[in-house]
């Protein structure tokens, strides 16, 4: 089985992949973080230019994947990583659709207020969008 594990940087994006670390130890595990060029602070795009914004997103989501990849290997697994971009539930959903995977593990929603309401949205639309089964972790 080959799951994909979509990791944000929250407790519930945490639980997820702890989820697929421990109830899935013989299964291949695919952890992405999708970065969304349109989702950034106020002014970060004036101040920053797209092109400067989206490499700094990609870089910091690198630095989340490495953390990731450390915390599997405390379980004793080795995962892949990947960054897309795009909106991330439908970047998941494509992710999962075009790389064969068996079960799509997210964590129930973000980190507080406006990002919590908005993330706990990306992880319903996965649910509803995708073409696997869908593990939503608290």
């Known amino acids: 089985m080959h799951l994909l594990v979509a990791l944000e940087d929250s407790e519930p994006g945490w639980a997820a992949l702890e989820f697929a670390c421990t109830e899935h130890a013989d299964d291949e595990i695919t952890v992405i973080h999708a970065v969304d060029p349109t989702d950034s602070g106020y002014g970060e795009v004036a101040h920053l230019g797209p092109e400067a914004l989206l490499e700094r997103q990609r870089e910091e989501a690198e630095e989340l994947l490495a953390d990731a990849e450390a915390r599997a290997a ?22 999962a659709t075009e790389n064969a995977i068996d079960l799509i593990v997210v964590g129930s929603h973000g980190r507080t207020g406006f990002s919590r309401v908005l993330l706990g949205s990306v992880a319903e639309r996965v649910a509803r969008q995708a073409p696997v089964p869908v593990t939503i972790v608290r």
């Not at 697994?77 to 998941?92: H, K, L, W």
């Open 74 to 95: 405390d379980h004793g697994r080795s995962i892949d990583t990947s960054v897309v971009v795009g909106q991330p539930a439908d970047a998941i959903v494509d992710h």
